[in-house]
């Protein structure tokens, strides 16, 4: 539903938070639900950020919250470009990674407050699970930022017949 609703911030030159739900049919429906939700997500963020940064003594918490609520702006910063700008790959690309980057470091925060967290986090950790708990978050990151290129970029268009690709397991090279 990209670009179903052609402007940004307002929807089809309405106050965003005031167009009329009557309105909101097919394609509309899901794009401006999606600008809605992820209104109410930013707000929930800054609502979180403020509160942690009032009552919670950890530094590097607040740290990790502020840099959250950088990133969940900067994710609709570049919703909106997405749609000014009709869909270049490097902006969606980057819309996509950023709001999983944003939901992860939302969940982050949500275990940080636990109390079960707060009680444990005393005990050392093993270094050897840190680095690899450090390795997988990076391969996962690689793998994100290599699918949403592709996902933008339609490179995935090009083998139809998942899970075999144009019938092979292993696809043919071309020499050029």
């Known amino acids: 539903s990209g670009l179903s609703v052609p402007d940004w911030p307002t929807t089809y030159g309405e106050n965003m938070f005031l167009f009329p739900i ?26 979180q950020t403020i509160w942690i940064l009032l009552l919670d003594e950890r530094r590097w918490l607040k740290k990790v919250s502020l840099f959250t609520l ?20 490097w902006i969606s ?8 980057l944003t939901l ?7 275990i940080s407050l636990s109390k079960s967290w707060i009680q ?23 793998q994100l930022v290599l699918g949403a290129v592709m996902r933008h970029s339609e490179a995935g268009l090009v083998a139809f017949d998942y899970p075999t690709m144009n019938g ?9």
Do not use: W
């Not at 899901?30 to 209104?39: I, K, N, Q, T, V």
């Not at 950088?70 to 790959?89: A, D, E, K, S, W």
């Not at 092979?168 to 050029?176: A, G, N, R, S, T």
């Open 22 to 47: 009557s309105n909101m049919v097919g394609g509309i429906l899901y794009e401006h639900g999606h600008r809605l939700f992820a209104s109410l997500v930013g707000m929930l963020i800054l609502i």
């Open 70 to 89: 950088l990133t969940v702006i900067v994710q609709g910063i570049l919703g909106g470009f997405t749609v000014h700008y009709m869909l270049p790959i």
């Open 93 to 100: 690309a980057s819309h996509g990674i950023i709001a999983q």
């Open 104 to 110: 992860c470091l939302t969940l982050f925060l949500s």
């Open 120 to 142: 444990e986090s005393k005990e050392l950790i093993n270094s050897n699970i840190y680095k690899l708990a450090t390795f997988v978050t990076l391969l996962i990151l690689i």
């Open 168 to 176: 092979d397991l292993v696809p043919e090279i071309e020499k050029i």
